[in-house]
């Protein structure tokens, strides 16, 4: 069988507005708030890196040219960034993605590629995701198939400041239940299995935007229509993960990794 390649490009939603850390982001975007004294999406630019993507278009609205200064052309991180600003403000993740799709290549290949929420903190290895067997299986079920796999989904325990979860991952059948190892599987919207946290961080075909039309529009319907369809996959991951999303949780993060 030929080799698959992996997916190259990758875009970091960086649009959001932060309201919950206000004072902390009227002046400055979230995603340039520091962790552990880095920018987290500077984080996260260099893991991609590592990970082998070479391209990354990063979306902006609120104080966007702070986030375009800060970065630049992406050559200090060993990629190239491309910037798809969002005037007016932010498309919300669904419309963002759809406008940014021809800096993400959908005008070239039916190529997935990663998308990572920048208001996170995790130590997520990305080229696990990259050369996932389920990724393989994706880039293998596209081109016109009807059934191909739209997307693949990081999935981690529910936070206690949650209120739910956001969809289950049945266990595989060979792990022990009461074990943290991670497993992989078919996305559900209902099941017995505890539910589990959309991380932020999947692989999504250009696909799964197929009749959308432009403007604001949120991501999760088209995830869930997916889901229901059968044709999305995900994988739990025990390791850290944050939702860098209030002052107090950004706080507690960095004294953590003081």
């Not at 990572?116 to 990305?126: C, L, M, Q, R």
């Amino acid at each position: 069988m030929t080799e698959l390649k992996s997916p190259r490009r990758a875009m970091l939603l960086a649009a959001g507005r932060g309201e919950r850390m206000r004072p902390v982001t009227d002046h400055t975007p979230k995603p340039l708030v520091k962790v552990g004294g880095t920018p987290l999406i500077e984080y996260h630019l260099r893991k991609l890196a590592a990970a082998g993507v070479a391209d990354v278009v990063v979306n902006h609205a609120h104080l966007g040219e702070q986030i375009v200064a800060a970065l630049g052309n992406g050559a200090r991180f060993g990629l190239a960034i491309h910037y798809s600003a969002e005037p007016g403000g932010s498309l919300e993740t669904a419309g963002g993605i759809l406008q940014a799709l021809p800096l993400l290549g959908a005008n070239e290949s039916d190529e997935p590629f990663i998308v990572v929420n920048a208001d996170v903190w995790t130590d997520y290895n990305f080229s696990a995701l990259l050369h996932h067997k389920l990724q393989h299986k994706l880039e293998r079920k596209l081109n016109g198939n009807p059934e191909a796999m739209l997307a693949h989904l990081v999935l981690v325990d529910t936070p206690a400041y949650k209120a739910g979860g956001d969809f289950y991952l049945p266990p595989d059948a060979a792990r022990d239940a009461n074990s943290a190892a991670a497993y992989s599987g078919q996305v559900a919207l209902h099941g017995d299995a505890d539910w589990l946290t959309f991380a932020g961080l999947s692989l999504l075909s250009p696909r799964l935007f197929d009749g959308l039309q432009p403007g604001r529009s949120p991501l999760l319907p088209l995830l869930q229509a997916a889901i229901a369809a059968g044709r999305v996959s995900g994988e739990y991951f025990p390791g850290a993960w944050y939702d860098v999303g209030t002052v107090e949780r950004l706080d507690a993060l960095n004294r953590q990794l003081a």
